[in-house]
């Protein structure tokens, strides 16, 4: 294979670093032609968050069907590939391993050129599948904000794959302190929707503490979670029936209950729960805007990238737009959340360059960027 290629370039992408299987053919590094993503999320909510041999073996399953649907809906055969991408780090050890071996199976069979993606570049890619050449407007550098179930990183994007990390946190990743919260006051798995459903159209009526972490651009997000926990043991919603020692004293067990249903009751108490939830969003909203943008003023960023699953989150897309003196590029939340088509793009502009990995390539379980 002889680059940079000249013909239109479809890379088939495979995401499998935690709870989602997913496959897609991106053209040109832009063009969706399929975005095909298997959410394990049921199976895990019994659990109340993703248990990683469980993962793992479901990814087995469905890794083939995920591919052959990706390639159907992009209309293309094996043979129409031009190259494979897969998720390489970081992630769940095991879960990785299935996506990788899958890509290297078929990049082997096929002689495709083959690359592993670090997940988090991935979310930052998402945004040239939303928004025209962002390198040329509005221009590089770039600050990303990415935020998922295990990151919270302020990274410089200064040129197609050179990044600089300016921050992180030194806790709870957001989308993990989303979970946490969410389960103890009873919202289900995943916390960040269910939290942000829960907050839908209430005010928060207290505030709960802003962890600044003055003169650091790093997180740190531990601290809001213990005060919403005290909060909920004080007002005795939490611990529930089954969860904790001394769980349930005084307190029926209810539909909703650690089973990721909602809590659906009406009344006080509900109520509580959502101004709770809004307060905790806000808490979290408000230090990863001010945070981000004192990040872009520092470094001269020309604009700012969301990526990640917490950036599907709306009332932090809302505020960092109507707060930002610069342009905001944000992918839709289908874009956010895992996939792999952030994955296919991001492999694009790296094959591009000429890179591409050997047979040998491993996992990276803590991968970083930056
Ligand atoms: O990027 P992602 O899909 O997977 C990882 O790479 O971790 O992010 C998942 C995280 C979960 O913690 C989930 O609760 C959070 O993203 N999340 C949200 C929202 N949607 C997903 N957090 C806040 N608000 C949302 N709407
Ligand atoms: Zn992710």
Known sequence: MVYPWEAPMNILGIETSCDE???????????LLSNVVASQVEMHARYGGVVPEVASRQHVLTMTPVVDQA?????????????????????LAGALLVGVNMAKALGFARGLPFLGVNHLEGHIYATWLSHESPEESPGLPLLCLVASGGHTDLILMEEHGRYRLLGRTRDDAAGEAFDKAARV??????GGPAIQRAATGVKPKEPLPRAWMRDTLDFSFSGVKTALLRRAQDYGIYPRAGEGRGAGKGLEREKGD??????KRAGGRERWVRETAAAFQESLVEVMVVKALTAAE???ARGIILGGGVAANSLLREKIVADSPLPVLIPPTSLCTDNAAMIAACAHFRFLKGERHGWDMDVYPSLQLG
């Open 21 to 31: 299987t997913a496959a897609s053919v991106v053209r040109d590094g832009r063009v």
């Open 71 to 91: 390639l159907e809906e992009a209309g293309l055969g094996l043979e129409e590939l031009d190259g494979i991408a897969v998720t390489m780090g970081p992630g």
């Open 185 to 190: 006051l009873g919202l289900g798995y995943p």
């Open 258 to 263: 650690g089973d990721g249903e909602p809590i």
């Open 298 to 300: 520092q470094t001269g």
